[in-house]
């Protein structure tokens, strides 16, 4: 089930959300070929009313198990095109509002708990944007998802954090990250970013 | 008019750059464990875990955490990773050859590389040697079809075990906002050459 928690964000107009605006100014000029910069928004734990949702695999009505593997898959019917290289651009387009997502690197939390952090920013206030965020464990054949958390806001120019924590007690030492979808609803359209945070290690 | 906009985006342009000239160097960025991206539209992630081959095999997935008809679904080949059988496949030179049966760009697309195995042939180098395809392009050659990606990389010739991790973003089918659906398919390289 879910457990609703409320968490806070404090406020701040950083240096670096500056840069931020300045990369929207030069991506417009530069015709928007390029992507903000990094930038770090400041955080903490301190309630400021905005709701977060946090539930794991252990949830009895979050997934559903089963015993075999897809027969086949379904292909695309694209126009046949050919690119070599890195992701084709092309089809993609950035956000107007120059939202980034950002994915801290996971770590040891108070009471035995695996956490990490995520959140999305916009250079201006969008009709609505959020992220959520899986901390995963390594295996050798998989990241597995032990924890998912997610953070949505209407009428804003950054998300709240999503920060899932895990009870990690009794895993001894094990490689942990986050991986977060963000998504800003826009005037223009539907935007989204994955990002994949820095593996560590650590026991708890 | 469209001339007057070219004027003000060159105009900004300059304005840009004089102001990086006038504040002299862009400030140093320290190196940090976050990880940003910028945000683009929406790109539908295939509706199943995409058929894999690795050397020319069709592949099982490992794992797979996916939405398939709006419904979330867990799959995993073996409960304990351990016990996880891996198909052999040839592996007569030093490339392997990974192909996605699907033409949708992944979010991220990781091939480990496993040079240490114990008596049950179950990798003990922990994560193994991680490329990042989409990012360590000088090591991973990527081709994308309509309907395929190719990847080819050069593994290290006592590469024993091969896992290619896949992520896409998707929409949240129990509301707004989004989720990512990850999987993942491996092989043992038959070494013997």
Same mark, same amino acid.
């Given at each position: 089930m879910h457990k609703v928690e409320r968490r806070a964000e404090k406020k701040s107009i950083s240096y670096a959300r500056a840069w931020a605006v300045l990369a929207v100014v030069a991506g417009v000029a530069l015709g928007a070929t390029v992507s903000a910069p990094a930038y770090a928004a400041p955080v903490d &734990?301190?309630?400021?009313?905005f709701s977060e949702l946090e539930h794991g695999?252990?949830?009895? &009505?979050?997934f559903t198990k089963i015993t075999s593997g897809p027969s086949e898959s379904q292909l695309s019917n694209q126009a046949p095109a050919v690119h070599k290289g890195a992701i084709p651009m092309a089809i993609a387009g950035f956000s107007p509002a120059g939202c980034a997502g950002q994915t801290d690197y996971a770590h040891w939390s108070s009471g035995s708990n695996a956490s990490v952090h995520a959140r999305t920013s916009c250079s201006i206030v969008v009709p609505a944007l959020g992220v959520s965020t899986n901390l995963q464990k390594q295996g050798w054949a998989y990241w597995e998802n032990v924890k998912w958390g997610e953070s949505s806001r209407a009428a804003a120019s950054h998300s709240q954090d999503a920060h899932p924590h895990w009870y990690c007690g009794g895993w001894g030492s094990q490689n942990y990250r986050g991986v977060s979808s963000h998504w800003s609803d826009e005037a223009s359209g539907y935007y989204t970013a994955t990002t994949v945070g820095a593996e560590n290690r650590f026991g708890c | 008019m469209l001339a007057r906009f070219r004027l003000g985006a060159a105009a900004a342009s300059i304005t840009v750059i004089a102001i990086l000239a006038a504040c002299g160097s862009p400030p140093r960025v320290e190196p940090s464990p976050e990880v940003t991206d910028a945000l683009r539209t929406l790109v539908e992630p295939p509706s199943e875990p995409p058929l894999v081959s690795i050397q020319g095999e069709e592949l099982p997935p490992l794992y797979y955490d996916w939405v398939i008809d709006g419904e979330p679904v867990i799959f995993k080949?073996?409960?304990?990773?351990?016990d996880i059988r891996l198909t052999q496949v040839p592996h007569p030179s030093k490339t392997l050859e990974v192909v996605i049966g699907s033409g949708v760009p992944p979010a991220d697309l990781v091939i480990a590389t496993f040079e240490h195995v114990d008596a049950n042939g179950v990798p003990t180098d922990s994560g193994g040697m991680q490329t990042d395809c989409l990012r360590e392009v000088d090591r991973c050659d990527l081709i994308y079809g309509p309907d395929s990606l190719t990847v080819t990389l050069e593994a290290a010739e006592s590469a024993q075990v091969v896992v290619l991790q896949l992520l896409y973003a998707a929409r949240n089918p129990d509301g707004d906002g989004m989720i990512h659906m990850n999987a993942s398919w491996g092989v043992r390289l038959d070494v013997d050459r």
């Open positions: &734990d301190q309630d400021d009313g695999p252990s949830d009895p &009505d979050a | 080949q073996s409960e304990n990773q351990d």
